[in-house]
């Protein structure tokens, strides 16, 4: 069976440090990837999607950027990030794009 | 893109069943429709979907309208466990799925 993992759970960083959150699929090859983030009480939105290695669709501009540098790894990342960047990241896999996604158990990121 | 409307919110008594309505009138004739619930502080999970004809799982049962332009997800018996936010979303083919703000189910003992 699939399963979807993310780490770290919990993060605590101050304004202006880097990021690097990492995702990692088993059980599937070439899976969809995505990226989303929740902010508090809202809704999700999504950052990125990824079709295959190397190839990164941004869906909203901003200071955060996405790399798979393999076939089931996912990672976001930022080199500065800013107080409106806290929130919680989910990560996802799908067979296809549109098709049922499955989401990890997400990262709860604090900018202070 | 396919736009939908679910109330904000709904509420129901525990061992009751619960109707949750989505309007999807945009709706293509090859997009599926999906329901996934958030569980307090987790990741959506899948729920079930469908394309026309009624759908069931170990989860819920999925009735869609004979036009398409609706669909209602059904809990049979809610217990505490269902209370989420439940969101509806109609598959676009190939792009990704766009989670709206859905509704908060609230299920009270």
């Known amino acids: 069976s699939q399963t979807i993992h993310q780490w770290p759970a919990t993060l605590v960083q101050p304004v202006g440090s880097p990021l690097s959150l990492e995702c990692t699929v088993e059980?599937?090859?070439?899976?969809?990837l995505y990226w989303y983030r929740q902010a508090a009480g809202r809704g999700l939105q999504l950052l990125f999607y990824?079709?295959?290695?190397?190839?990164i669709s941004s869906e909203v501009p901003q200071n955060l950027s996405a790399s798979r540098p393999q076939d089931r790894q996912f990672i976001l990342s930022s080199k500065k990030l800013l107080l409106s960047d806290s929130g919680f990241y989910l990560c996802?896999?799908?067979?296809?794009?549109?098709?049922?996604?499955?989401f990890g158990p997400g990262t709860r990121l604090l900018v202070l | 893109d396919a736009k939908t409307t679910q109330p904000n919110s709904m509420e129901s008594n525990e061992e009751e069943p619960v109707h949750l309505p989505c309007n999807h009138s945009?709706?293509?004739?090859?997009?599926?429709i999906h329901w996934y619930r958030q569980l307090p502080s987790q990741g959506p999970e899948y729920v079930i979907h469908?394309?026309?004809s009624n759908v069931n799982n170990r989860m819920a049962s999925l009735a869609i309208a004979e036009d398409r332009k609706s669909s209602t997800l059904i809990l049979h018996r809610a217990t505490l466990r269902d209370a989420a936010v439940y969101y509806c979303?109609?598959?676009?083919?190939?792009?990704?799925?766009?989670f709206g703000k859905g509704t908060r189910l609230s299920v009270i003992a």
């Open positions: 996802a896999w799908s067979e296809g794009v549109g098709e049922t996604q499955y």
């Open positions: 059980g599937t090859s070439n899976p969809n």
């Open positions: 990824s079709v295959g290695i190397g190839q």
């Open positions: 945009t709706i293509s004739g090859t997009d599926y």
């Open positions: 469908g394309l026309t």
């Open positions: 979303i109609p598959g676009l083919g190939n792009t990704p799925l766009v």
